[in-house]
């Protein structure tokens, strides 16, 4: 028995689209780069600095509220609580606004991730001298930022990455 050829679609035993049609709706593949694993674990680590401090600031307002909580008296003087918060309030949105820029390529997000790594050292130098942060801690959350700017700063892939104009 000779099998028949038969036009795409007409007689087959499936009624979906041939492998012909499937190949011609897959959209060319783009030129531009895609996020590699150092950026998107970079992102997934600011995401996590953003929990972070939305979770320290709710903790700080709640202690502040009742410091009993904390087995304290008293957490520090009202202007230092606020200071923290609106600082750390200010970091999660620059992190929201840098993770966009990244997102999105925007060549801006290198610049951004050196003001905001910069940024970010500043308060937490800012917070240890008013108390509220330790010598230890300063130095441990610092360590975010530093590879930041290292990364933003060594990275080929990043250039590359980060080109759509802003």
Request: charged share 10%.
């Amino acid at each position: 028995m000779i099998p028949v050829e038969q036009p795409p679609g007409q007689g087959s035993l499936h009624d979906g689209p041939s492998v012909d049609d499937a190949a011609a709706q897959v959209p060319a593949r783009s030129s531009a780069p895609r996020l590699g694993a150092l950026l998107v674990g970079y992102v997934v680590l600011l995401v996590l600095l953003l929990i972070h401090g939305i979770g320290l600031t709710i903790a700080t307002l709640v202690i502040d509220t009742n410091p009993s909580l904390a087995g304290m008296t008293d957490l520090a003087p009202g202007s230092h609580v606020a200071f923290y918060v609106v600082t750390n309030c200010l970091l999660a949105v620059y992190i929201l606004v840098l993770v966009w820029l990244i997102c999105t390529k925007r060549r801006a997000a290198i610049v951004h991730n050196y003001l905001y790594c910069a940024t970010s050292i500043g308060c937490l130098v800012a917070w240890n001298v008013l108390g509220m942060k330790s010598s230890i801690g300063t130095v441990i959350d610092s360590l975010p930022s530093v590879v930041g700017i290292v990364y933003f700063a060594n990275s080929t892939r990043v250039k590359r990455t980060l080109r759509r104009p802003s």
